[in-house]
């Protein structure tokens, strides 16, 4: 079974998801990195429901779900869309994993409503000191305008090309280069895509994750929490997942098996 696609109705629109996997047990829902959408997860998908039920939403403004109802909100509102999403996909109680934007998410949907959160898993977060926070607010989520000589074309290329050459991606010096390189020219055609298919709106959610303390937040969470080792610093019952931070659809599939089997290990 490949991974299939499906939108559900809520109150903005149609909200965009990603799933594979019979619901024999407590499905696990996915919440996506950003700039782009659940697109970025497939093959993680993949893997992980060979094993159980898996469901993957775009975030609203991202991917093909619908924009969120307002240009500037913050991340309580995305995670009320998120579960007013997984009521519509008949969604109980789920275990729930994030990753950069959707751990966001996933972080106040476990506070909102920890009673249908068996466990949260968070892949990746980082924890930015002071100055880091300002560049990231400044330059990481441009708005996108469009002309008639297609400029926007240009800049959402580059913004999905340099976030494997540079962090901050818009920070274009040895000082800021990352390690790997680049993934294949239709890799980062697809990514490309995504980011043009919502391109008025793909920011919103990006902002509010900026804006997003992490850290004071995931300190209220009462679900069981895996995440990175400086999550203890503020939940210290928190379990320190393994090092396999998945990345995007470019990750070596090696990577990919490793974060699926360390996801398998803590959630079953």
Known sequence: MTVKRGFVDIAEGQVHYRYKGAAEDVSLLMMHPGPTSAHAIVPLIDRLGEKRQV?????????????PAHDKTDMTY??????????????????????????????????????RVRRLYVEMLLDYDEEMEKALQQGHAPKITVDQIGSQLNLLWHLARDQHLFFPW????????????????????????????AYRTYHTALNAALHHKSGE????VTVPVIGPEWFKEYLP??????DFCVGPSTSPPEQIDKSAAEILRHLG
Do not use: N, Y
């Open 55 to 67: 469901l993957a939403p775009d975030l609203l403004g991202m991917g093909d779900s619908a924009p």
């Open 78 to 115: 995305f995670a009320d869309a998120a579960l007013r999403t997984a009521d519509a996909l008949g969604l109980d109680k789920f275990d729930l994993w994030g990753s950069m934007t959707g751990a966001h998410c996933a972080i106040e949907m476990a506070i909102a409503q920890p009673d």
């Open 170 to 197: 818009f920070t274009r010096d040895a000082a800021h280069a990352r390690a790997g390189g680049l993934p294949s020219a239709e890799q980062l055609h697809e990514k490309t895509v995504e980011l043009l298919k």
């Open 217 to 220: 937040r995931v300190a209220k």
């Open 237 to 242: 019952s928190a379990t320190a997942r393994g």
